[in-house]
């Protein structure tokens, strides 16, 4: 469903990814892990058409992408639930569901798999917890129905019961027919989620696999616990 090849980002004089190429089969869930500054927002904000690429192709659908405006991409299926959740907090959780989908009627299937948001449809953004704000991010990502999500870091900052509510949902999405690529720092519970990983270092792809193979690698599973990484 999507392929990325030889994807190079920069800032200025610092080269974020360097020739990256992944893949997301339909329906799969991939995880792209790695540490902080590994390049994993990069990535996907240069797939939804945030960050302009130095090089590269990426192709969703059969279709190059690579070079058309974010909103044109977000039209052709892929949505972007950006990292630090971005919910306004003046407005309330079915505000901030409208503006993502104004010409909606009603947010009742989205209310159907986030019973709280439902619950608190009417609370302002900035009374949400933490596992609810990023209910609201995942849900307002979801309003236009996307064929793909890209997730950034759904699990950054929240307490251990919220992570696993989140990572909970991932394959309920998956069987409602949405295609997942998955950006988390914490590399154990993305790759207990995934189906594949792509583990990410200075901007290059240092390792890839079955997801279950990469958490047997107990190298890679003690280099990352030893960074912080909690399991
Ligand atoms: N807007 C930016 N301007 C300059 N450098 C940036 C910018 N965004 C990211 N970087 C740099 O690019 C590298 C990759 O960052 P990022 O993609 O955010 O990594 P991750 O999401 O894995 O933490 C880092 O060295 C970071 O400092
Ligand atoms: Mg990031």
Redesign the pocket.
């Known amino acids: 469903m999507l392929e990325v090849r030889g994807l190079s980002v920069s800032?200025?004089p610092?080269q974020?990814l360097s020739g990256i190429s992944l893949e997301v089969g339909e329906g799969e869930i991939v995880a792209l892990v790695?540490?902080?500054?590994?390049?994993?927002?990069?990535?996907i904000h240069a797939v939804a058409g945030l960050v302009p690429a130095a090089a590269g192709k990426v192709v969703f659908r059969g279709e190059q992408v690579l070079g058309l405006p974010g909103h044109r991409i977000f039209r052709r299926g892929i949505a972007l639930c950006p990292?630090g959740r971005m919910v306004l907090g003046g407005l309330t959780v079915e505000e901030n569901l409208k503006l993502a989908a104004p010409k909606r009627r009603s947010f009742d299937d989205l209310y159907g798999l986030f019973p709280r948001l439902g619950e608190r449809a009417s609370s302002r953004g900035a009374a949400l917890s933490g596992g609810e704000a990023q209910m609201l991010a995942i849900a307002r990502a979801l309003a236009q129905e996307p064929r793909l999500l890209l997730l950034d870091e759904p699990s950054l900052g929240l307490a251990p019961n919220a992570v696993q509510a989140i990572f909970a949902l991932l394959p309920q999405l998956r069987d409602r027919g949405l295609t997942i690529l998955l950006?988390e720092q914490n590399l154990v519970q993305a790759l207990r989620a995934a189906d594949r990983a792509y583990l990410?270092e200075s901007?290059r792809i240092a390792r890839q696999g079955p997801a279950e193979a990469l958490l047997r690698d107990e190298r890679i599973v003690e280099q990352y616990l030893g960074l912080g990484q909690e399991g």
């Open positions: 800032y200025g610092v974020a790695g540490a902080n500054g590994a390049g994993k927002s990069s990535l990292e950006v990410l901007g």
